[in-house]
């Protein structure tokens, strides 16, 4: 009896994983049947947020199912990210993020989670770090800002410690220019700007597209350099870094979406599909350059290896400049 109960083991646990593949697939292919999720990982009014809702009504439409945004911020966008690491594997809840998710793989201790944790889905649009300074400040440019600024006590603001724009701009003094900035902190981009357009800080580092790219059009900022390969049609007249002798540092401020990593092939496809449709209409191309932001339309599979390639670059620039949070 021992014998015969030992054989049925291994072909009810065989049976058990058959059924559950198959009920895997019956849900992928019935895919979506139910409300959507949009986890954004940062609060309402910014970048992330202002896309998300773009690809938010745009699934909407294309998948016949109410997708819903959920703002959660906090942590660096890792609440969020850990929330949806977590979630059910099946397409109904979705991250929203940014190059933050790249960053914090390096610089952020004991975040609960892993980036190999989340499938990338699609990244939607993305847009250079700049260097801005005040219309008080005698450079042009970022080669005159450099030159002015050796053997002088310097600073820069940005939206926070560990963003984006704070390592970007941190490597490109200590690295790359060689002159000693020090880097002043504040609670979000708006005091940062704030503070740049009362001249109470010598530069700010920014993602350009939004209320920068606004300011340097309305000509009260004035806009040194961008970390981009080729000038961005929002603001024509502010150069690249490697223009003005300074090339080596690409960086930009993306947004994509994800899912928990262990989500169906088939349901990633579509929300992949579905999202560049969107990213590609006229309405939101429009939408999206006009406040400074590239549109991208990736499949899955580039965009996984874009993912992969930033939390590399960001990690060679995190270790070099020593960072941690903890």
Do not use: C
């Not at 009810?12 to 009920?23: C, P």
């Not at 929203?96 to 960053?103: D, F, G, Q, R, S």
């Amino acid at each position: 009896m021992r014998h015969g109960s030992a054989m049925r083991r291994p072909l009810t646990t065989l049976m058990a994983v058959a059924l559950l593949a198959w009920q895997s697939a019956a849900k992928a292919d019935t895919y979506p049947s139910g409300k959507i999720t949009l986890v954004v990982a940062f609060a309402a009014g910014g970048v992330a947020d202002t896309v998300g809702r773009l690809i938010a009504q745009g699934l909407t439409e294309r998948l016949k199912q109410s997708v819903v945004v959920e703002n959660r911020g906090g942590a660096g966008g890792n609440i969020a990210a850990q929330a949806v690491a977590r979630a059910a594997p099946d397409g109904y809840t979705l991250l929203v993020t940014t190059t933050a998710l790249a960053i914090n793989e390096t610089l952020r201790e004991n975040k609960g989670f892993a980036a190999a944790d989340l499938m990338p889905v699609a990244v939607a649009a993305s847009s250079p770090e700049a260097l801005l300074t005040g219309t008080g400040n005698a450079a042009a440019n970022l080669a005159d800002f450099v030159k002015n600024a050796k053997g002088k006590p310097v600073n820069f603001g940005s939206a926070g410690v560990g963003s984006g724009s704070h390592i970007a701009a941190e490597y490109f003094f200590k690295e790359i220019a060689k002159i000693e900035a020090t880097h002043v902190p504040f609670q979000g981009g708006a005091p940062a700007l704030n503070a740049t357009l009362g001249n109470q800080i010598d530069v700010l580092a920014t993602t350009l597209g939004g209320a920068p790219a606004a300011q340097i059009n309305a000509g009260k900022l004035k806009g040194l350099g961008i970390a981009a390969e080729k000038r961005a049609g929002v603001v024509p007249g502010v150069p690249t870094l490697a223009e003005q002798g300074f090339p080596g540092l690409l960086a930009a401020s993306w947004v994509g979406v994800f899912a928990p990593a262990k989500t169906d092939a088939k349901i990633v496809a579509a929300l992949n599909a579905a999202i560049n449709e969107t990213v590609k209409s006229p309405e939101v191309t429009q939408k999206l350059t006009s406040i400074g932001f590239d549109p991208i339309v990736l499949s899955q599979g580039q965009a996984d290896a874009m993912v992969k390639g930033e939390v590399a670059k960001w990690g060679r620039m995190v270790k070099a400049l020593n960072l941690s949070v903890k």
